[in-house]
């Protein structure tokens, strides 16, 4: 028998997504490219060990919003807004099980985009073309708002603490793990990943908030 992808090799690994086995060498160039691994295959998961232990740092010039800082406090001072926005992400993902990363990241970067713009008192929105980042965009977009409904009925009606600049920020460093965290194949999943494992179901959350180095 030979790998049913290259039909040359012979095959050594089981590949769960296939359910038959390919050779290593598919496993390694065709994973998250032609083959829709899931998050438990075991050969994935030592791939992107081996890849996070390897890893360089990230260009300066491919840092999202290179210009924007905040210190490390401001986020967890707002950590509730960014676990909203995570659970958002995942909480689609589950409905949508195709969602990928470079699916996250477009309805990231249009939402950090439309924020901005808020912050300066301009209103421009321009939500993905494409279907699933379009619609992801409208979830985390109402999340937000709901967050901030919700501060401003806590406070007696008064405005909510978020402001568009901070939700900005907090997207921009959602955007920033993103761009640290997923390998750029087409069907990467390891920033929702990423997000799963630090961003448990409330009957399992931890009581302070995991720290997230900012990239």
């Not at 050594?12 to 829709?36: H, L, M, N």
């Not at 950590?79 to 659970?87: K, S």
């Not at 603490?161 to 390998?183: C, G, M, P, Q």
Request: hydrophobic share 35%; proline share 9%; aromatic share 8%.
């Amino acid at each position: 028998m030979s790998c049913p992808i290259c039909e040359k090799r012979p095959p050594k690994r089981f590949c769960p997504a296939k359910g038959e086995k390919i050779c290593a060498i598919c496993c390694g160039t065709e994973r998250e490219v032609s083959i829709d691994c899931p998050s438990d295959c075991p050969h994935l998961i030592a791939g992107r060990r081996y890849e996070a232990e390897h890893r360089k740092p990230l260009p300066a010039q491919d840092f999202p919003y290179r210009d924007i800082q905040f210190p490390v406090d401001f986020v967890y001072e707002r950590w509730h807004a960014v676990t909203a926005l995570a659970n958002a992400i995942l909480g689609f993902q589950m409905q949508n099980r195709e969602v990928n990363d470079a699916d996250v990241r477009s309805a990231l970067e249009a939402l950090a985009e439309t924020y901005r713009t808020l912050g300066t008192g301009i209103y421009y929105e321009r939500p993905p073309a494409a279907p699933l980042p379009r619609a992801l965009y409208g979830l985390l977009a109402e999340s937000l708002q709901n967050l901030r409904k919700q501060e401003a009925e806590s406070t007696g009606g008064l405005s909510s603490l978020l402001k568009e600049s901070d939700l900005f920020r907090l997207l921009v460093f959602l955007l920033r793990i993103a761009r640290e965290e997923t390998n750029g194949r087409p069907r990467s999943r390891a920033f929702l990943d990423f997000l799963r494992a630090r961003f448990p179901l409330p009957a399992d959350a931890p009581k302070e908030a995991p720290r997230i180095i900012l990239p």
